[in-house]
């Protein structure tokens, strides 16, 4: 369908687990935590994404280092100025970050809410930092793991689904392209 994989591996942190994946078509994995990402990272996987906005410079920097020696495709998530800072700082100014805007679709954890004015302000400062790539837009649906049956999963994805078109509206109407826009819960799915 065009759509490229980066299946979540808290659920078998098994390197042997995820080169499968990445051989039955996967572009690459995504990781909860720092160091699950790490584990990843320097056993050769291509492309990592940090799925919880990392907020702790020695952390960024770790990953930065390790995905610099792997040739690594690292993705950032990011919902606050605080790891904006976090990564903008390690990163300086002879490199650049890739990173994701998270966006909060109900599951309340983490993100920014669809249509706030905190999203424009954050998108204003990926804009203005050159050591940032806004990649795109993330996700995860987390609270469909509580719904009842089908029609309640089948109600909180298409909610998420519209909610991400009206980010992307939203950005693009702003002049901010969004290249790629990246969910995922397993019962959404």
Known sequence: HGMDIR???KTHKCLAIAQIQIELGAVGITASKPTEALVFIESGIPSVTVAYPVVNRDS?????DAAERHRCDLRFVVDSLAGIDA???VVGTAKTAAVFLEIDVGLGRCGVLPGSSELESIVDILRESPQLELRGILSHAGHAYAARNRDEVTAIAEAE???LAEVVGQLSAGGTTVAE?????????
């Open 87 to 89: 990564i903008r700082t």
């Open 60 to 64: 960024v920097r770790a990953l930065l």
């Open 7 to 9: 299946p979540q591996v």
């Open 161 to 163: 689904r519209r909610q």
């Open 181 to 189: 826009i990246s969910v995922g819960s397993t019962p959404t799915v």
